[in-house]
T-cell receptor, first 112, second 114 residues
Framework: DAKTTQPNSMESNEEEPVHLPCNHS???????IHWYRQLPSQGPEYVIH???SNVNNRMASLAIAEDRKSSTLILHRATLRDAAVYYC?????????????FGQGTTLQVKP | DGGITQSPKYLFRKEGQNVTLSCEQN?????MYWYRQDPGQGLRLIYYSQIVNDFQKGDIAEGYSVSREKKESFPLTVTSAQKNPTAFYLCASSIVAEEGYEQYFGPGTRLTVT
């Protein structure tokens, strides 16, 4: 299974944009890039996913590098409720069983 | 409201006892999953099921058992053979077990074994 590398922690100020990076240099051509986030003592929550093109939804944007070896989750205006652990996950494309392999993620702190 | 329910939220057991964690979903999802999370760590997959009456081992299945007799239910039994059962257990489901489909997670059960 292809692995991802994320910074352990990041800080942001409230109402400022946040760019959360993820490296996945061993990604295969059919791997999807998923982002989930987890608030303390809760189950993870889906944020966004993509394959090749940049993606936008109501929660965030996902920018995928042209070579797909890295991606960035963008929160356009951080709020205190965005403080969470953010996981970047690769989902195998072929023969996939829906398994998600979680790393340690990035702990995002948002300062008021 | 559709969603995934796990009960109870907190569970305490004595060492040597088996314990069953409940997971129910009313999302009409085919696939269901069980994960374990230890403090400061990411989630690790225990078992998953893509269809009723079928399930596969995940990365850390030893000491656990599951059943999938109904589409909406996927209970997990933590047996006395599990050496370190104290953890946060999370159940999830998805429409189909394919790439690109998001997983919906329950609120989790925190199991403490003493």
């Amino acid at each position: 299974d292809a692995k991802t590398t994320q910074p352990n922690s990041m800080e942001s100020n409230e109402e400022e944009p946040v760019h959360l990076p993820c490296n996945h240099s061993t990604i295969s051509g059919t791997d999807y890039i998923h982002w989930y986030r987890q608030l303390p003592s809760q189950g993870p929550e889906y944020v966004i996913h993509g394959l090749t093109s940049n993606v936008n939804n109501r929660m965030a944007s996902l920018a995928i590098a042209e070579d797909r070896k890295s991606s960035t989750l963008i929160l356009h205006r951080a709020t205190l409720r965005d403080a969470a652990v953010y996981y970047c996950i690769l989902s195998p494309g072929s023969g996939n069983t829906g398994k998600l392999i979680f790393g340690q993620g990035t702990t995002l702190q948002v300062k008021p | 409201d559709g969603g995934i329910t796990q009960s109870p939220k907190y569970l305490f057991r004595k060492e040597g006892q088996n314990v069953t964690l409940s997971c129910e979903q009313n999302l009409n999802h085919d696939a269901m999953y069980w994960y374990r999370q230890d403090p400061g760590q990411g989630l690790r997959l225990i078992y998953y099921s893509q269809i009723v009456n079928d399930f596969q081992k995940g990365d850390i299945a030893e000491g656990y058992s599951v059943s999938r007799e109904k589409k909406e239910s996927f209970p997990l039994t933590v047996t006395s053979a599990q050496k370190n059962p104290t953890a946060f257990y999370l159940c999830a489901s998805s429409i189909v077990a394919e790439e690109g489909y998001e997983q919906y997670f329950g609120p989790g059960t925190r199991l403490t074994v003493t």
